[in-house]
């Protein structure tokens, strides 16, 4: 039972990173589905740096740097020449894609050492819950304080209340004096920064090395996340160890050795039937997607001169 709950918390360490910070971008109206390609060259751009330098930290902070990169791409595209959000986001994503493949090729036989997991003591005592919970990775206590620092910044900071504002009503919090354009270009930074730690995750901590596909839909689900979780932190929380579960019960059912008449390929699909079983339910109620949606998300302003 505390294997499985192991798992299932860093399984869905990545999805709430990546998730909480699109909530950030898209609080403040700015809607990137880019987030599979940022995610994809965060991971590789981080194997790499690790790989040549020894740290997974540094690999970390690279890793961020190119999804931070790759965010900026889309916000100047899609914030100072008023491209489509939605199309841009495409882009982005099948172009992250596609080059980290090409950059990640001469280190598709490498493998990284293991990183040491930090153990807080007498916590991690606690039967079935210690270990999982108090003996994780250093990124999966970041997922947390990640956490709790937007919530706060959301709903008892200023800054996160001119945030959602912009979201709401980009021309009304421009008319008192806000830099909508540069509010939302830190937002799409920040989405795009969180994006490349998710991803670094993936290749330095959770594998740890670098194949093509590694990403494997998580940047897609992440996207999902946010609207499953009608844009509230909480529910990101949740709904990402929700699917962090259903991504090790597959493999848990693939590995056991328990015969089941189900073709392994259906249990590998099982995490994005969930993704759009969940989206269909959600979107059934419009009534709650149009109540908790920023009114401005995926839509172009240009400020008044």
């Not at 709950?5 to 909480?20: K, S």
């Not at 194997?47 to 902070?61: D, Q």
């Not at 039967?127 to 919530?151: C, D, K, R, T």
């Amino acid at each position: 039972m505390s294997s499985i709950l192991f798992a299932t918390i860093t399984a869905g360490t990545p999805l709430i990173i990546v998730a909480l910070g699109q909530l950030i971008a898209e609080k403040s109206g700015v809607l990137n589905l880019g987030a599979e390609g940022m995610m994809a060259m965060g991971a590789v751009t981080a194997f790499a740096v690790t790989l040549h330098s020894g740290s997974p930290w540094l690999g970390v902070l690279a890793g961020m740097g190119a999804g931070a990169l790759m965010s900026l791409l889309f916000g100047f595209v899609v914030l100072t020449l008023m491209g489509n959000q939605v199309a841009t986001g495409l882009a982005l994503s099948i172009f992250g894609i596609g080059l980290s493949a090409f950059i990640g090729k001469p280190y598709e036989s490498d493998i990284l050492p293991t990183v040491e997991a930090i153990r807080i003591p007498v916590l991690a005592d606690i039967p079935i819950i210690g270990p999982a919970f108090f003996h994780q990775q250093a990124l999966v206590y970041f997922s947390w304080a990640l956490f709790f620092i937007l919530v706060w910044f959301l709903y008892r900071s200023r800054s996160g209340l001119v945030l959602r504002a912009i979201g709401e009503s980009p021309s009304s919090a421009h008319s008192i004096g806000f830099s909508v354009i540069k509010i939302r270009y830190g937002a799409t930074l920040f989405g795009g920064a969180m994006a490349g730690i998710g991803g670094a995750f993936l290749s330095v901590f959770y594998t740890p090395l670098w194949v093509e596909g590694m990403v494997s839909g998580r940047g897609w689900i992440a996207i999902a996340l946010v609207v499953f979780a009608t844009w509230r932190p909480f529910r990101v929380l949740v709904g990402a160890y929700l699917f962090g579960g259903v991504m090790v019960a597959q493999l848990f059912l693939q590995g056991s050795g328990i015969q089941i008449e189900v073709p392994s390929q259906f249990l590998s699909a099982l995490p994005y039937i969930a993704t759009i079983v969940v989206l269909v339910i959600i979107s059934r109620d419009r009534n709650t997607v149009r109540l908790n949606a920023p009114a401005s998300l995926g839509k172009p302003y240009r400020p008044e001169e």
